[in-house]
T-cell receptor, first 111, second 113 residues
Framework: EDKVVQSPLSLVVHEGDTVTLNCSYEVTNFRSLLWYKQEKKAPTFLFMLTSSGIEKKSGRLSSILDKKELSSILNITATQTGDSAIYLCARYTGTASKLTFGTGTRLQVTL | KAGVTQTPRYLIKTRGQQVTLSCSPISGHRSVSWYQQTPGQGLQFLFEYFSETQRNKGNFPGRFSGRQFSNSRSEMNVSTLELGDSALYLC????????????FGEGSRLTVL
């Protein structure tokens, strides 16, 4: 089955905390793993990771893929209330625009 | 640069009716794909269109169909609506050749009563 599993399903942290979100995937025809942030409706692209293992960074967010463990983590340091969102990871197998999404991690950052 | 535009944003239909949703991609993006998002199943791929041709299709019944016009705008249609079709329908566009990196619209929220 073409599965992507995210954990935890949800978490609540205080502003300033560091969080790590997890995503595991199946290897069949794997090309890349993508992370998206969904605040209200439209998911917005964060990172694309490949088996090269190169870490991607953007401000307080960073992500890396572990091809041995078939997993990826998304780190957010010094969280802010604006980081509150659903974080989605998706697996891309090279078939057109077909991404297989996990069900997401709902992050809530409180003051 | 305008983003992906979807219309209508919200709609309510009754079982058995049909619905048509519209999507205008980002200018220059020729690929348009559609996803269904529900609380239980998450985001699921419906289909993708490029050059007015369906390129790939997800595991949805034939009641779900789509098309793309020469200006890259796309429509999707759901016929004989069922209660389980209630969902957020998201359209995404991409630059052909930029694999996987999709730009999503705000979605059309469909409620079937």
């Amino acid at each position: 089955e073409d599965k992507v599993v995210q954990s935890p399903l949800s978490l609540v942290v205080h502003e300033g905390d560091t969080v790590t979100l997890n995503c595991s995937y199946e290897v069949t025809n794997f090309r890349s793993l993508l992370w998206y942030k969904q605040e209200k409706k439209a998911p917005t692209f964060l990172f694309m990771l490949t088996s090269s293992g190169i870490e991607k960074k953007s401000g307080r967010l960073s992500s890396i893929l572990d091809k041995k463990e078939l997993s990826s983590i998304l780190n957010i340091t010094a969280t802010q209330t604006g980081d509150s969102a659903i974080y989605l990871c998706a697996r891309y197998t090279g078939t057109a625009s077909k991404l297989t999404f996990g069900t997401g991690t709902r992050l809530q950052v409180t003051l | 640069k305008a983003g992906v535009t979807q219309t209508p944003r919200y709609l309510i239909k009754t079982r058995g009716q049909q619905v048509t949703l519209s999507c205008s991609p980002i200018s220059g993006h020729r690929s348009v794909s559609w996803y269904q998002q529900t609380p239980g199943q998450g985001l699921q791929f419906l289909f993708e269109y490029f050059s007015e041709t369906q390129r790939n299709k997800g595991n949805f019944p034939g009641r779900f169909s789509g098309r793309q016009f020469s200006n890259s705008r796309s429509e999707m249609n759901v016929s004989t609506l069922e209660l389980g079709d209630s969902a957020l329908y998201l359209c995404a566009s991409r630059v052909v050749g930029m694999a996987g990196e999709l730009f999503f619209g705000e979605g059309s929220r469909l409620t079937v009563l």
